[in-house]
């Protein structure tokens, strides 16, 4: 299974992006999903997760001005990126998880996850 994340691009801060993510070929069922992100010359880092039951979880950096969210039907995830800053810029990456039933308590953690996306690049500009 891969992830295709799109929806990246540069814009201004302020402005508003809607990142999504889908598996390519076969369709799968997950637990949950994960954004994380990774700035230039920084260690990737945790956005947000959503996992069944339509919980979610949020980047203290992020809460209030990103929302992770699901389409059950079109097997999509996305993240509503608003009122951007400059430091959000960064390669996003999605992220499934889809073999355990306890992954909840490590949904920060990229390890916690076992499909991965190619990323897609933010650039906001100040």
């Known amino acids: 299974v891969q992830l295709q994340a799109s929806g990246g691009g540069l814009v201004q801060a302020g402005d508003s992006l809607r990142l999504s993510c889908a598996p390519s070929?076969?369709?799968?069922?997950?637990?949950?999903m994960g954004w994380f992100r990774q700035a230039p010359g920084k260690e990737r880092e945790f956005v947000a997760a959503?996992?069944?039951?339509?919980?979610?979880y949020y980047a203290d950096s992020v809460k209030g001005r990103f929302t992770i969210s699901r389409d059950n039907a079109k097997n999509t995830v996305y993240l509503q990126m608003n009122s951007l800053k400059p430091e959000d810029t960064a390669v996003y990456y999605c992220?499934?998880?889809?073999?355990?039933?306890?992954?909840?308590?490590?949904?920060?953690?990229?390890?916690?996850?076992?499909?991965w996306g190619q990323g897609t690049l933010v650039t906001v500009s100040s």
């Open positions: 959503w996992r069944k039951g339509g919980f979610t």
């Open positions: 992220a499934a998880q889809t073999y355990s039933s306890t992954w909840w308590s490590k949904r920060s953690i990229s390890s916690a996850y076992n499909y």
């Open positions: 070929g076969r369709t799968f069922s997950s637990n949950g």
